[in-house]
């Protein structure tokens, strides 16, 4: 049995919702509702994906959901997440499905009774600390953030941003062990964690940053100097306790499954592609059938798929990405050489790569162009020259060479927001005229039908999948700066970005002129590039003593609306719990258009209170 280094663990259940809301409806032939599961699989692909191609065999992977909406922790507070309202309708049958859904992908599917899947995720990181094994959780539920520390790092797969000590300070004002103890005084209203009335986050953050735990604020509280802060945690400690057994992760839950029984398996083709074309997710299925072969008739059964690519709409592209074919630019002759190709044929794709995803504060470390399908070079400027085995161009002549050629109003400048470049290259002085925007083209083509990003439009269009920045940069401890990695993989990395914005180009801007856009996206949507790039390096004013006025306006007109709640129904309660509002309105008040939903309690939606309304 292979040695596990590292573990993976996936929040299925913080998914589930993401996925859901981020596709529009999708159904089967049948009519069942799939686009939950379409979401899910497609970021458990991209998951493993990069867990195959960074992680070797030394890594155990497991998919983590809640077993049900009651858990222990509704013995403690028989309150707790009640003002949940039921799933959307075409969301509950595909549970079942997305959680099926791991062992198409060879990996396994853990839930247990009685617990949450946080509550499974802490118990697993713990053991896998105890046996020196560092830890993943992909996921971006806040309350995992009290498991962070420095073997435990979460993952923002939608982001494809790692959740560190900052991110974390960011959120709640204090570092992960204090989490907790922020929590349990602001409470959680989408948790119905009930914390102490009156005590924000920002409130919490500075009296334990003040007084360091929960139970030194609770037992000094006396020491508060504002009145109405002071006398709030001093009757409601009661609540505060409650709420950190709450929001306390549970590590001791049996594990259903040894670490070592989760051991990362490649890919079951026969498997996967048997439930994809089960699903009749041809997308899906065209992509796993690129990376990982056909399980039959190989290339037949490929053009097939291809010919679906895109929903018909752009057929994929045939050329392929040939990237022995790019260079690598290093002085300032061979950069002339490369302009000189620009004025020749009227247009270039450029793409910047820098060392932060702030336009107005990233240093640009290079630059690379692409005129043909294939044909791009890449300028390296700043890059960490360890080894000494390429010369870089220095920043000035750099400036002094490219700039004409990014303000020539004849050559036409194309990138992937490329708002973005327009912002770095100001930042050296360099104002680019005459510009595209394959992003931009692709929203008015496509709009709502899938996202926009480059990574996505290149594999739905061009049937290609680009080279992912984690790749090549790693996460965790291992993680490099762009500027540090190795020059051929940098080369390789931002000339194909500019060599398949080229390509999207070309057929985008076809597709405008057949779809009769072209005018709409080059008279409306393309002026607006230089506009809203300038206002982002501009920026605003922002008058601090307004904004204070209006959040004390703010706050008095809901106090005395919530007062004028409690008068008319002679009680006092929570207005955010749909649970106890519901009771109030129908129970109490016996209003009409009462309506109880699958858990139980009154509906409380916005039908129902338009129709009290």
Request: hydrophobic share 40%; glycine share 4%; charged share 30%.
């Amino acid at each position: 049995m292979k040695s596990i280094k590292e573990l993976v663990l996936v929040d299925g259940s913080g998914f589930i919702f993401r996925a859901y809301y981020a596709l529009p409806p999708m159904t089967r032939s049948d009519g069942t509702p799939v686009n939950a599961v379409f979401g899910f699989c497609n970021m458990l692909l991209k998951l493993l994906e990069k867990v195959q191609m960074e992680k070797g065999g030394e890594v155990a992977v497991a998919v983590i959901f809640d077993a049900a909406r009651k858990t222990f922790r509704n013995e403690i507070y028989s309150e707790y997440k009640a003002n949940r309202s039921d799933p959307p309708e075409d969301l509950i049958p595909q549970f079942k499905i997305i959680k099926d859904v791991p062992e198409s992908f060879n990996l396994k599917s853990i839930q247990v009774l009685g617990f949450e899947a946080d509550d499974l995720i802490a118990s697993y990181a713990k053991i896998a600390q105890e046996k020196n094994i560092k830890i993943t959780i992909v996921s971006s539920d806040k309350d995992l953030m009290q498991l962070l520390n420095e073997n435990i790092l979460m993952l923002d797969p939608m982001k494809n941003i790692e959740i560190r000590d900052k991110h974390v300070f960011e959120k709640f004002g204090v570092y992960p062990k204090q989490v907790i103890d922020v929590q349990s005084l602001a409470g959680d209203s989408s948790d119905n964690v009930p914390g102490v009335p009156g005590i924000g986050i920002k409130t919490a953050a500075l009296l334990i940053n003040e007084y360091g735990s929960l139970e030194n604020l609770l037992e000094n509280c006396e020491k508060i100097k504002q009145n109405k802060r002071r006398e709030s945690i001093s009757n409601n400690k009661d609540l505060a306790i409650i709420s950190k057994k709450l929001v306390t992760l549970k590590d001791d839950v049996q594990l259903p499954i040894p670490i070592e029984d989760l051991s990362f398996q490649p890919l079951d083709k026969v498997k996967l592609i048997n439930f994809l074309e089960d699903m009749e997710f041809s997308r899906i299925k065209s992509q796993v059938i690129a990376k990982f072969g056909d399980i039959s008739s190989g290339e037949i059964q490929n053009k097939k798929e291809k010919k679906k690519l895109g929903s018909g709409i752009i057929d994929a592209e045939e050329s392929q990405v040939q990237m022995e074919k790019y260079e690598l630019v290093c002085d300032e002759s061979q950069l002339q050489t490369w302009i000189n190709r620009a004025y020749e044929i009227g247009r270039v794709a450029i793409d910047t790569e820098t060392d932060s995803l702030s336009a107005t504060e990233a240093k640009i470390v290079g630059l690379s162009m692409s005129f043909e399908n294939s044909e791009a070079c890449y300028v390296p400027i700043n890059h960490v020259n360890k080894d000494n085995n390429f010369s870089q161009i220095g920043i000035d002549s750099f400036v002094k060479i490219i700039k004409p050629l990014m303000e020539d109003n004849s050559i036409l400048k194309i990138g992937q927001n490329i708002k973005y470049d327009y912002i770095i290259l100001n930042n050296l002085g360099i104002k680019i005229n005459n510009v595209d925007d394959t992003m931009l083209m692709s929203y008015v083509l496509f709009a709502g039908k899938h996202k926009h990003g480059l990574d996505d439009l290149s594999r739905i269009y061009l049937n290609h999948n680009v080279i992912s920045f984690t790749s090549l940069t790693k996460i965790g401890r291992e993680r490099k700066k762009f500027e540090e990695i190795d020059i051929n993989d940098a080369k390789k990395y931002a000339c194909e970005d500019s060599d398949v914005t080229h390509r999207l180009w070309s057929k985008f801007k076809k597709e405008l002129i057949k779809q009769k856009l072209y005018s709409f996206y080059f008279y409306i949507e393309r002026p607006l590039i230089n506009v809203i790039a300038e206002m982002e390096i501009i920026g605003i004013k922002v008058d601090f003593n307004v904004l204070e006025t209006l959040a004390e306006k703010f706050e008095t007109e809901l106090n005395l609306i919530e007062k004028k709640i409690f008068s008319i129904s002679n009680q006092t309660f929570n207005i955010a719990s749909p649970k106890q509002l519901g009771d109030v309105l129908f129970n109490e008040l016996k209003l009409p258009f009462g309506k109880k939903g699958k858990s139980g309690n009154y509906q409380t939606d916005v039908n129902i209170l338009e129709k009290l309304k």
